[in-house]
């Protein structure tokens, strides 16, 4: 079985020669006009200051209570955490086998599914049990931002927690993210 380091290493191979492809395919293609503000809203959302915005109306009182709940839910998560990466190495693994079962990897994708629509509803269900108690403009633009698709409020945890060595979201952070 691959070591976590091999598996970071594999990858991190894979997403850079994605992001060479991206790249590469925008430099030698033919320019067109950029979309604007508005369509990009229309198809991926608010951006994340912009939600940010929304979340900094919550009343103070509420943004703490948010936290400390989003801050415990995410502890408790632990084991639920852990099975949801042992999910997704099983995944890989699946892919990785040979011969080949389709099966096998479709029940794995499954299983990572399950477990990940388990972990975003708890979040989702304390991020919107505090939406009341914003104005509606802002209530309207976080929970559009609670459409942004849940790998990648998670991604940018995980990415924040590597930056600053803590498992949760900073006092200044949008609490419309799940705290990891």
Do not use: C
């Amino acid at each position: 079985m691959p070591s976590r380091m091999s598996l970071f290493l594999i990858g991190s191979l894979a997403l850079n020669a994605a992001l060479f492809g991206i790249v590469g395919g925008r430099m030698f293609s033919p320019a067109n006009t950029e979309p604007t503000v508005q369509m990009q809203l229309e198809r991926y959302g608010p951006t994340a200051d912009v939600v940010a915005a929304a979340w900094s109306q919550l009343p103070e009182a509420d943004r703490t209570a948010l936290r400390t709940q989003l801050r415990e839910s995410w502890v408790a998560m632990a084991n639920e955490r852990k099975r949801l990466r042992d999910a997704g190495e099983a995944v890989y693994n699946a892919a990785l086998s040979e011969p080949f079962d389709e099966n096998r990897l479709r029940d794995a994708v499954a299983i990572f599914q399950l477990r990940e629509k388990h972990l975003q509803d708890i979040a989702e269900g304390i991020l919107i049990s505090h939406l009341g108690k914003m104005p509606a403009e802002a209530r309207a633009t976080a929970a559009t931002g609670l459409l942004t698709p849940f790998n990648a409020r998670m991604q940018r945890a995980d990415k924040r927690e590597g930056e600053r060595g803590k498992h949760f979201v900073d006092e200044s952070a949008a609490p419309g993210k799940p705290a990891n």
